[in-house]
């Protein structure tokens, strides 16, 4: 079974930045981002194959998020800029093992990490 390993997460002031970073045990092609605050739903925000440079984004982040990959260690990165109070989440790494790679698929991942919260304050 692959596990996923988070790091990062933490407090902010909005407008600043935070990383995240997963490592998988093993090797999955697809890897990403979730986040879900109490009483909604789990939102995809970010995916990307490991081993290829095309990045998934949902709108609420783009321009503001990257993910970025490191096929020889496994792991995929979020950086996190220009944060609101609407960031405010536990954020869950995911990942998926067959060859294709998207954000509508990764909603259907094969693993999933246990989370780091992420809080930004006005």
């Known amino acids: 079974r692959v596990q996923l390993s988070e790091s990062g997460g933490g407090s902010v002031q909005a407008g600043g930045s935070l990383e995240l970073s997963c490592q998988a045990s093993?090797?999955?092609?697809?890897m990403g981002w979730f986040r879900q605050v109490p009483g909604k739903e789990r939102e995809g925000i970010a995916a990307?194959?490991?081993?290829?440079?095309?990045?998934y984004y949902d709108d609420s982040v783009k321009g503001r998020f990257t993910i970025s990959q490191d096929k020889a260690k496994k792991t995929v990165s979020l950086q996190m800029s220009a944060l609101r109070p609407e960031d405010s989440a536990m954020y869950y790494c995911?990942?998926?093992?067959?060859?294709?790679?998207?954000?509508?698929?990764?909603?259907?991942?094969?693993?999933w990490g246990q989370g780091t919260q992420v809080t930004v304050s006005t």
């Open positions: 093993e090797y999955v092609y697809c």
């Open positions: 990307i194959a490991l081993g290829t440079v095309v990045p």
């Open positions: 995911a990942a998926r093992g067959d060859d294709y790679c998207s954000l509508r698929l990764l909603k259907a991942a094969d693993y």
